[in-house]
């Protein structure tokens, strides 16, 4: 895939090893700007390591990424400024309430004060927060913990979103709101890249999809691009995604595992 | 009970351990030597001890001496068990103070089919491992060595056992009040509402003088002899007490009364049976109990600038800060933090009350003021910088995501531990001025000397902790590398001897110290002056590591 001069990420012959185990293997990428994009693929496919080396928080052993036309290695922090991450597991401080831990969050982001209290106010209002604002987060349910992270992500108006596994956990209603909200976002040219493992989620959310297999990318582009690739004309990203990874022949396992 | 869920369930907690920032886990190899190194250290040393003590009763033909050494032996014997139930009691209770604040629940035991006998168990004998076990090993190994001397090798394992049953006993107490505690503390939260969080801070507080003052006076100095004396001779006195049983089991064994040993041997075992199925009990009705939630606030969500926007702090920095701080006040695991100052400003002062003995003549009140103004605003600065970075465990991909320089990261940390260590110094100085009405000009320059101490060493201490940070959080927060700890230590300890030595070289002078040699005198206020260099100097080059160090943590980013 070749640039355009116009992609919010850019990744080019990205490679990670952690000793003896390749993470990533040397993948090209390109994310418009105004898309949401899903990284699909089975544990241990070099997902999540992807979304930390656009982040910044991993240093790739070769290659290149620009995110938002800044150099990641280069210069982290500017990246950092513009992006809102959530991690796949968000350990928050738990200490802190939840209204003190996104004023923290606002603080880092340096976001001014009236817009702070307003977007505050707005997000915990819109995801069934209010009157829980005041306790601890340690006595927060694990779906209250991740509208607090998805909130936090969202506080400072990020251009990037980065979102790992962003509905885990969220009670119906919320998971509509946050879906809702992240297309809304993409009208206003905010790029979101989401890994999950809700197959139906990213069929119905994600403008376009990459699957991943061994840190290699399997299969990039819109649903339709995708059923070409696996030769599945008509069929739904479970199927494509089972035929594309190796592991569409499940019935065998199921018997093996009943005996 | 299934004896095999015990064991692995102790395997587990012994097996936390390895869990040490910057160890390749993959195919992970244990060393077992390694893993019993200090075991067999304890009991070497201890064998040691006890071969040096017989060798010299054998050799020896003092009779005199020789009679001491049997009485203080016979007097020690029936007193070890009470000895070792009060310091495994101790230590049992500060590994339980320093435990992860972070729910337990979420651990695979609960949801396995492990019954709370076996889950008590396994629970109360980890607790054992470690500290407690080592000192039983080391002492005793010492008596065994020592009774081949005497002729008294079934009584050395009859204490052994004793002692061992008493660690046993003091871990199940601890496992008790760890239960109760958790159901108490919780009713006490929801009865203090929006207060709780005070409440938490000042009755911790309030535990650790309490558990300090108790702890000083038992052992320190003379405390200590007198001790074992009071429990030699007094524990027949308060039979009573099922605590001293095992003590008294060994006490009638010893003076050759049969039947009465065999009472207290079986009230031993049925009160350590008793107060362990109390320990399953309460476990099986309270221990996924879930403490309520604490609301800290309520009504209008009002930002403000603050005061440390107002003293030049960006707005990321202000918060890492006004975090830390709200961490130290709110977290359990952390407040043992207000340990070092407290035991600082207790000891000095038990002893200048006659608590712990005589009261010491009062030349020594410039020492004592030294004491307790330089000490613990100074070890509050080393342990707060190795410890910054690493108390923030799992929740350190804040800093690695946000938009966080290494100079603000830095700059942030190190105004956190200098200003909480300068205040504890002059909270501790006011207690000092109190208690010994140092004059102006001594209070003046040590108050100086404390503050170009906490700038310098905790600079260093920030260097090292940014590098030894260790982010493993359970079962309890390690936050910094134990290496990392001792390194610093000693740096700090030499540097500190830079910084102080002239002010040092001005107590000589004044006669404050004597030393054979003569030395060219110094005015006190250019020993000071000449501290202040070394410590900025010190500070300076610290500083510039510590920034090197924490851009290399960033950029390394390990989550």
Request: proline share 4%; charged share 15%.
């Given at each position: 895939?070749?640039?355009?001069?116009?992609?919010?990420?850019?990744?080019?012959?990205?490679?990670?090893?952690?000793?003896?185990?390749?993470?990533?293997?040397?993948?090209?990428?390109?994310?418009?700007?105004?898309?949401?994009?899903?990284?699909?693929?089975?544990?241990?496919?070099?997902?999540?390591?992807?979304?930390?080396?656009?982040?910044?928080?991993?240093?790739?052993?070769?290659?290149?990424?620009?995110?938002?036309?800044?150099?990641?290695?280069?210069?982290?922090?500017?990246?950092?400024?513009?992006?809102?991450?959530?991690?796949?597991?968000?350990?928050?401080?738990?200490?802190?309430?939840?209204?003190?831990?996104?004023?923290?969050?606002?603080?880092?982001?340096?976001?001014?004060?009236?817009?702070?209290?307003?977007?505050?106010?707005?997000?915990?209002?819109?995801?069934?927060?209010?009157?829980?604002?005041?306790?601890?987060?340690?006595?927060?349910?694990?779906?209250?913990?991740?509208?607090?992270?998805?909130?936090?992500?969202?506080?400072?108006?990020?251009?990037?979103?980065?979102?790992?596994?962003?509905?885990?956990?969220?009670?119906?209603?919320?998971?509509?709101?946050?879906?809702?909200?992240?297309?809304?976002?993409?009208?206003?040219?905010?790029?979101?890249?989401?890994?999950?493992?809700?197959?139906?989620?990213?069929?119905?959310?994600?403008?376009?999809?990459?699957?991943?297999?061994?840190?290699?990318?399997?299969?990039?582009?819109?649903?339709?691009?995708?059923?070409?690739?696996?030769?599945?004309?008509?069929?739904?990203?479970?199927?494509?995604?089972?035929?594309?990874?190796?592991?569409?022949?499940?019935?065998?396992?199921?018997?093996?595992?009943?005996? | 009970?299934?004896?095999?869920?015990?064991?692995?369930?102790?395997?587990?907690?012994?097996?936390?351990?390895?869990?040490?920032?910057?160890?390749?886990?993959?195919?992970?190899?244990?060393?077992?030597?390694?893993?019993?190194?200090?075991?067999?250290?304890?009991?070497?040393?201890?064998?040691?001890?006890?071969?040096?003590?017989?060798?010299?009763?054998?050799?020896?033909?003092?009779?005199?001496?020789?009679?001491?050494?049997?009485?203080?032996?016979?007097?020690?014997?029936?007193?070890?068990?009470?000895?070792?139930?009060?310091?495994?009691?101790?230590?049992?209770?500060?590994?339980?103070?320093?435990?992860?604040?972070?729910?337990?629940?979420?651990?695979?035991?609960?949801?396995?089919?492990?019954?709370?006998?076996?889950?008590?168990?396994?629970?109360?004998?980890?607790?054992?491992?470690?500290?407690?076990?080592?000192?039983?090993?080391?002492?005793?190994?010492?008596?065994?060595?020592?009774?081949?001397?005497?002729?008294?090798?079934?009584?050395?394992?009859?204490?052994?056992?004793?002692?061992?049953?008493?660690?046993?006993?003091?871990?199940?107490?601890?496992?008790?009040?760890?239960?109760?505690?958790?159901?108490?503390?919780?009713?006490?939260?929801?009865?203090?509402?929006?207060?709780?969080?005070?409440?938490?801070?000042?009755?911790?507080?309030?535990f650790l003088i309490a558990f300090y003052v108790v702890w000083f006076?038992?052992?320190?100095?003379?405390?200590?002899?007198?001790?074992?004396?009071?429990?030699?001779?007094?524990?027949?006195?308060?039979?009573?007490?099922?605590?001293?049983?095992?003590?008294?089991?060994?006490?009638?064994?010893?003076?050759?009364?049969?039947?009465?040993?065999?009472?207290?041997?079986?009230?031993?075992?049925?009160?350590?049976?008793?107060?362990?199925?109390?320990?399953?009990?309460?476990?099986?009705?309270?221990?996924?109990?879930?403490?309520?939630?604490?609301?800290?606030?309520?009504?209008?969500?009002?930002?403000?600038?603050?005061?440390?926007?107002?003293?030049?702090?960006?707005?990321?920095?202000?918060?890492?800060?006004?975090?830390?701080?709200?961490?130290?006040?709110?977290?359990?695991?952390?407040?043992?933090?207000?340990?070092?100052?407290?035991?600082?400003?207790?000891?000095?002062?038990?002893?200048?009350?006659?608590?712990?003995?005589?009261?010491?003549?009062?030349?020594?009140?410039?020492?004592?003021?030294?004491?307790?103004?330089?000490?613990?605003?100074?070890?509050?600065?080393?342990?707060?910088?190795?410890?910054?970075?690493?108390?923030?465990?799992?929740?350190?991909?804040?800093?690695?995501?946000?938009?966080?320089?290494?100079?603000?990261?830095?700059?942030?940390?190190?105004?956190?531990?200098?200003?909480?260590?300068?205040?504890?110094?002059?909270?501790?100085?006011?207690?000092?001025?109190?208690?010994?009405?140092?004059?102006?000009?001594?209070?003046?320059?040590?108050?100086?000397?404390?503050?170009?101490?906490?700038?310098?060493?905790?600079?260093?201490?920030l260097g090292a902790g940014i590098r030894g940070a260790d982010f493993?959080?359970?079962?309890?927060?390690?936050?910094?590398?134990?290496?990392?700890?001792?390194?610093?230590?000693?740096?700090?300890?030499?540097?500190?001897?830079?910084?102080?030595?002239?002010?040092?070289?001005?107590?000589?002078?004044?006669?404050?110290?004597?030393?054979?040699?003569?030395?060219?005198?110094?005015?006190?206020?250019?020993?000071?002056?000449?501290?202040?260099?070394?410590?900025?100097?010190?500070?300076?080059?610290?500083?510039?590591?510590?920034?090197?160090?924490?851009?290399?943590?960033?950029?390394?980013?390990?989550?």
């Open positions: 895939m070749v640039s355009n001069g116009e992609s919010a990420v850019e990744l080019r012959r990205v490679a990670k090893r952690y000793a003896d185990i390749v993470a990533v293997d040397y993948i090209d990428l390109d994310v418009k700007h105004g898309e949401i994009f899903g990284l699909l693929g089975p544990n241990a496919s070099g997902k999540s390591t992807t979304l930390k080396i656009i982040l910044g928080l991993i240093k790739s052993d070769s290659g290149s990424v620009k995110v938002l036309g800044t150099n990641a290695e280069e210069d982290p922090v500017a990246v950092k400024r513009q992006v809102g991450y959530v991690p796949e597991t968000p350990r928050l401080y738990e200490f802190l309430t939840g209204l003190e831990y996104l004023d923290f969050v606002g603080d880092i982001y340096a976001v001014e004060m009236s817009e702070k209290k307003m977007r505050i106010e707005e997000h915990l209002e819109a995801l069934d927060l209010e009157g829980r604002e005041g306790d601890m987060i340690s006595s927060y349910s694990q779906g209250m913990k991740q509208k607090i992270a998805l909130i936090s992500a969202f506080l400072h108006k990020p251009k990037l979103l980065i979102l790992d596994e962003p509905l885990s956990g969220l009670d119906p209603k919320s998971a509509r709101i946050v879906k809702d909200l992240l297309r809304k976002l993409a009208t206003h040219d905010v790029t979101t890249i989401m890994s999950t493992h809700i197959l139906e989620i990213a069929q119905a959310m994600c403008d376009r999809i990459a699957i991943m297999y061994e840190g290699r990318l399997l299969a990039l582009g819109n649903m339709e691009e995708l059923r070409q690739k696996a030769r599945l004309p008509g069929s739904d990203l479970e199927e494509i995604f089972l035929r594309l990874t190796g592991t569409g022949d499940i019935r065998e396992v199921v018997e093996a595992l009943l005996k | 009970m299934k004896w095999k869920n015990v064991v692995r369930l102790i395997s587990v907690e012994t097996k936390s351990g390895r869990l040490i920032r910057g160890q390749r886990l993959r195919r992970y190899r244990e060393s077992r030597v390694f893993q019993y190194l200090l075991y067999g250290g304890a009991c070497v040393l201890g064998l040691a001890i006890g071969l040096a003590i017989g060798s010299f009763y054998n050799g020896t033909s003092d009779s005199e001496l020789k009679s001491l050494i049997y009485q203080g032996a016979y007097h020690f014997f029936p007193s070890l068990p009470t000895l070792i139930l009060i310091s495994s009691m101790v230590f049992t209770m500060m590994a339980q103070i320093q435990r992860a604040g972070v729910r337990f629940s979420i651990q695979p035991q609960y949801w396995l089919p492990i019954t709370w006998e076996e889950h008590t168990l396994a629970s109360t004998l980890a607790h054992i491992i470690g500290a407690p076990l080592v000192s039983i090993i080391l002492v005793g190994s010492a008596i065994a060595a020592f009774s081949i001397f005497l002729g008294e090798l079934p009584l050395a394992t009859f204490t052994i056992s004793a002692s061992l049953a008493s660690a046993f006993l003091a871990s199940t107490t601890t496992e008790i009040f760890r239960v109760l505690q958790v159901r108490l503390t919780g009713a006490v939260y929801k009865a203090s509402g929006k207060a709780a969080v005070w409440v938490r801070f000042i009755g911790s507080l309030l006076a038992l052992t320190s100095g003379a405390g200590f002899v007198s001790l074992i004396e009071v429990v030699a001779g007094g524990q027949e006195a308060v039979w009573f007490i099922p605590y001293l049983w095992l003590g008294l089991t060994l006490a009638s064994f010893m003076s050759g009364l049969l039947a009465q040993t065999i009472v207290f041997l079986l009230a031993s075992l049925l009160f350590i049976l008793v107060l362990f199925y109390v320990a399953v009990g309460l476990n099986a009705r309270f221990g996924l109990y879930e403490p309520p939630a604490i609301t800290v606030s309520r009504g209008v969500y009002a930002p403000k600038v603050g005061l440390l926007g107002k003293l030049g702090f960006s707005s990321l920095e202000a918060a890492v800060i006004r975090k830390d701080f709200k961490a130290f006040t709110r977290r359990r695991e952390l407040m043992y933090i207000f340990i070092m100052p407290l035991v600082f400003i207790l000891m000095p002062l038990m002893q200048q009350l006659g608590i712990l003995g005589e009261p010491p003549a009062t030349e020594s009140s410039r020492f004592l003021f030294a004491w307790i103004l330089l000490g613990p605003g100074v070890i509050m600065a080393v342990m707060l910088g190795t410890m910054i970075i690493g108390e923030e465990g799992g929740a350190v991909w804040h800093f690695f995501s946000s938009p966080i320089t290494a100079r603000s990261l830095v700059k942030c940390k190190y105004a956190f531990i200098v200003i909480f260590s300068c205040v504890v110094t002059l909270v501790c100085g006011v207690v000092g001025i109190l208690v010994t009405c140092a004059s102006p000009d001594i209070t003046v320059a040590l108050l100086i000397e404390s503050i170009l101490l906490i700038f310098a060493l905790g600079a260093v201490s493993t959080e359970v079962p309890r927060p390690r936050m910094v590398r134990p290496l990392t700890v001792l390194v610093t230590m000693l740096l700090c300890l030499i540097l500190a001897s830079a910084i102080f030595s002239p002010l040092l070289l001005h107590a000589t002078t004044m006669g404050y110290l004597t030393i054979p040699v003569n030395l060219p005198k110094i005015n006190l206020y250019v020993a000071v002056s000449i501290s202040a260099v070394i410590a900025a100097v010190i500070a300076f080059v610290f500083y510039r590591i510590a920034l090197e160090n924490a851009k290399e943590f960033l950029i390394k980013a390990e989550i």
